[in-house]
């Protein structure tokens, strides 16, 4: 069941496997949406080693493998369906997640007030 608030943010069909993010931004903070092992997933466009925009050219957040997001500045690479840093300047540290939901070949913004997480 959807929650009545969420916010659309793409079609379904705008995220394939490994391929481009969609970005857009929650709370005036630059996020973005990836799909990856046919799960949508949203962070924070935000590096944990130095709070930049991780996307080399807008929405290109997978490295070459398609397996793992990494941000163009220092190479810092995430999992994408933790959020975690495995490798570079921040590992061990996590992306900020973002709620999203899939339903009916839409894809939702869960709002922070509806989905009981806090910002951290
Ligand atoms: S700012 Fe992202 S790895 Fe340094």
Redesign the pocket.
Known sequence: MATPSAQWLCSSDNLSEGGLGVRFEVAGQAAFAIRYQGHVYAYLNQ?R??P?E?DYRDGDFFDLSKHYLI?A????TYQPDTGLCVR???RGSRLHSVKVEERDGQVYLVPPACNGENSQ
Request: hydrophobic share 40%; glycine share 16%.
């Open positions: 590096c080693h130095i930049v991780m941000c500045l220092h190479g810092a570079g300047p921040c």
